[in-house]
């Protein structure tokens, strides 16, 4: 019977000191967060404005205290709508940057020539420049992260950047939240709570498995985790998103970071197309193990189908 006391004060006394260890913090990365296609991304679901859009964007960025996220302008869509000014002077006005997404997204390999590319790049600069005023805004994110078919447009291309004095803004992690931004606004019109909410736990099932993969690829490419870029865009669905994903960032050990500190890392060296651990890794001759997504829960859809 004595015995049984004992060990139950033991018991008593070991599991609160056990409960009381928290759990092992996940490994710090630092992560410079980027934004494209300003002043407008995809449809416009119905109950939102191109403003409305923004300001969830630029509170959901204060709120996780990131302290600068470029956002790159496509200035041919600043004709689209008149209120769509309003949205670079807001981010302008949260004390965050813009930077140049040429004039009309044009894709630098299916551009004509690159004479007319270059155009659309010089075309995209003045309503740039003229919000950015005695700041830095001479980074050119290529639209689809397309930097040349080709290696004399390629090099053509950057040639004609660097001598205009522009970085190349790389990108080491998306999550495809511009897959995601059409359905959205149709399963809004339609009311159709039900998939838009199957669309949400797809989608952060996405994120989570997307995290994972960025630690795991960057540790084969290069031994660390690297300094990240990641890529969103600003439109509807990520406005609404955007608080899930930086939340899991958070929770991943997320460190904001600004793209110029994250980009000052050796492995951001060579601009090129795509992301700079799948084309780094391709270099290297290394085939990329990816996190299987199969079995964990993650529901089958077909995004380009819903609500049509």
Known sequence: MNNIRTLSLALALILPAATAFPAPAAERFDIAITVDDMPSHGKLPPGMTR????????????????????????????????????VLDAWRAAGYPLANHTFSHLNLN????????????????????????????????????????????????????????????????????????????????????????????????AVERGIAGMKAASRQVYGRVIPQVLLTHLGGWSAVTLPDVLDRLDAAGARYVALADAQADPAYREAGSGSVVTRTARKKGIRLAGVDGDGDGAPALDIGRLCR
């Open 51 to 86: 403003l409305g859009i923004v300001q969830a964007h630029l509170a959901t960025l204060k709120a996780h205290g990131v302290p600068e996220a470029y956002g790159f302008v496509n200035a041919g869509r600043l004709a689209d709508d008149p209120g769509n000014a309003a």
């Open 110 to 205: 299916k551009a004509a020539s690159l004479d007319a590319w270059t155009a659309d790049v010089i075309a995209g600069e003045p309503d740039v420049a003229a919000r950015m005023q005695g700041a830095d805004w001479r980074y050119l994110r290529f639209p689809n992260l397309a930097a040349g078919a080709d290696r004399e447009r390629s090099e053509g291309a950057l040639a004609f950047l660097a001598a205009r004095g522009y970085r190349v803004a790389d990108v080491s992690v998306a999550f495809s939240d511009w897959v995601y931004t059409d359905a959205y606004a149709r399963c809004v019109a339609k009311g159709d709570s039900e998939s838009v909410a199957a669309m949400k736990a797809h989608y952060l099932k």
